[in-house]
Structure formats: C-alpha cells, structure tokens
C-alpha cells in the first residue's frame, strides 16, 4: 500500500535536516540521499496526479487557456475487485 503524500513529505524534510547538519558518515548520507530522492520523485508523482485530477488545460476555438473541472479517474472508470467483480464508482460513492 502507498503511503498517504503527507507521511512521505515529513520523511523527505526529515532525511533533508540530517542531509543538511553535515555530521553524518559518508554511507549514510548516501543511504539518506537515495532515500530521498526516491521520497521527492514519488511526492512529485502524486502531485501531478493531483493536478491532473481537480483540473485540466484546454485551449478553445480562440487559442485561448481556459480551465475545465473533471472528475477523479476513480469516479469515471470501471475498477475490478481482486475477485474480478467489476464495480463502477459516482459522485454518490465519495465520502465527502
């Protein structure tokens, strides 16, 4: 299971403090820093993924950027269970 964007975040500015007091051996600054990297590259995902979600860039007739709404994939595609049932989510189904 993906751990919620926020855990992630707070184990990214943590690894970034101890990166940044300089006193730690060489192996583990580099433990840390891969860890890091792999931290930010994930955050960075689910951000895009956020965006991509709450809204969308579209050029009208004119050429012009105008900003269109659109639902979370999860609400507008069909998902399947791990028993192969299918199950198909709206507006009904988000808890808030």
Same mark, same amino acid.
């Given at each position: 299971?993906?751990?919620?964007?926020? @855990?992630?975040? =707070?184990?990214? #500015?943590?690894?970034?403090?101890?990166? #940044? =007091?300089? *006193?730690?051996?060489?192996?583990?600054?580099?433990? /840390?820093?891969? *860890?890091?990297?792999?931290?930010?590259?994930?955050?960075?995902?689910?951000?895009?993924?956020?965006?991509?979600?709450? #809204?969308?860039?579209?050029?009208?007739? *004119?050429?012009? /950027?105008? /900003?269109?709404?659109?639902?979370?994939?999860?609400?507008?595609?069909?998902?399947? @269970?791990?028993?192969?049932?299918?199950?198909?989510?709206? #507006? *009904?189904?988000?808890?808030?």
């Amino acid at each position: 299971m993906e751990k919620p964007f926020e @855990t992630s975040l =707070n184990e990214l #500015e943590k690894i970034v403090n101890q990166l #940044e =007091n300089g *006193d730690l051996p060489l192996e583990k600054s580099l433990s /840390l820093f891969e *860890d890091g990297v792999k931290l930010s590259r994930a955050c960075r995902e689910r951000l895009i993924q956020a965006e991509r979600r709450i #809204e969308v860039l579209l050029k009208d007739s *004119d050429g012009n /950027l105008s /900003l269109k709404e659109i639902e979370p994939e999860s609400l507008r595609a069909e998902r399947k @269970t791990q028993t192969g049932k299918r199950i198909v989510f709206d #507006e *009904d189904d988000i808890p808030f």
